[in-house]
């Protein structure tokens, strides 16, 4: 092993896949793109410790859909987490796809221990809403992870639904509906470092109350940019390329980049 790989770890961060095993999806094809994004993985960052997938799985919930997903996602030479989305159902989702062992039992929400960090993946789904939502219980189980001791390792929460305004018009309603719960449970970790968020299909990063946060692009589609002003009535995905997240973790420093991991001419909007 080198010295990079015994202090490093690399996380592979993928989101909003709304896979389907047989339909397009807003003309996209959700198996071509997730093939794209698994030969990329593969091909480059094999070395990373594992991937996690921040929600829609799905783009419609669906046994099928699901047991589909898992054979795609097996070709991943990394072990990989999945998480909900609004477009998933939380009982299909625990039927049919792996769960690490710390995962809540009636949720999909748990912490992965790494050598370098503590990430915690939160289940902010609403069943039946766009919105998002972290219940009594879900809190509890973050409060209960926060009061570890500090060992020093950062903290990374990764969630879904975002738990803030991010100036995107047609999006912000649909964040988190607690979020500024949230944020005043995490603010009171020093570990917590950074917020890693999908939902939006739109990349943005920032810190708030000290802690960055970064929102990534979609597997399959992307959301306009805020402007020129667009509404749900006129909405078309965005002609941009997806992508996917790579976290650096060495030393407690945290970095993210964000990679298009589709060849020219493949990545916009048709495939
Ligand atoms: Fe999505």
């Not at 990373?48 to 829609?56: E, F, P, T, Y």
């Amino acid at each position: 092993m080198s010295a990079d790989a015994a202090t490093t770890s690399r996380i592979v961060w993928l989101s909003d896949l709304h896979f389907d095993a047989s339909d397009r999806v807003l003309g996209h094809d959700p198996r071509a793109r997730l093939d794209a994004a698994i030969d990329y993985v593969n091909a480059h960052y094999g070395d990373a410790r594992l991937c996690v997938i921040s929600g829609d799985m799905v783009e419609t919930a669906s046994a099928k859909n699901y047991a589909t997903l898992r054979q795609s996602l097996d070709r991943l030479c990394l072990p990989w987490h999945p998480m909900t989305g609004n477009h998933d159902s939380r009982a299909l989702l625990r039927t049919h796809l792996p769960l690490p062992e710390t995962a809540m039992p009636d949720f999909v929400q748990y912490e992965i221990a790494l050598p370098q960090a503590r990430l915690l993946c939160l289940d902010t789904l609403m069943e039946g809403s766009g919105k998002g939502v972290l219940c009594q219980t879900r809190l509890d189980w973050l409060r209960e992870r926060l009061a570890a001791p500090d060992d020093g390792r950062p903290i990374i929460i990764f969630m879904h639904h975002p738990p803030m305004a991010l100036g995107l018009p047609m999006l912000d309603p649909m964040r988190l509906e607690n979020g500024e719960t949230l944020l005043r449970i995490l603010r009171a970790t020093p570990a917590v470092r950074q917020l890693c968020f999908g939902h939006i299909h739109r990349p943005v990063a920032g810190s708030i109350q000290g802690m960055a946060y970064c929102g990534l692009r979609s597997v399959l589609y992307q959301a306009p940019p805020p402007r020129p002003d667009w509404t749900w009535d006129t909405f078309a995905p965005a002609h941009e390329a997806p992508e996917l997240g790579v976290i650096t973790l060495d030393d407690g420093r945290v970095m993210v980049q964000t990679l298009a991991f589709c060849p020219a001419g493949f990545g916009v909007a048709s495939v």
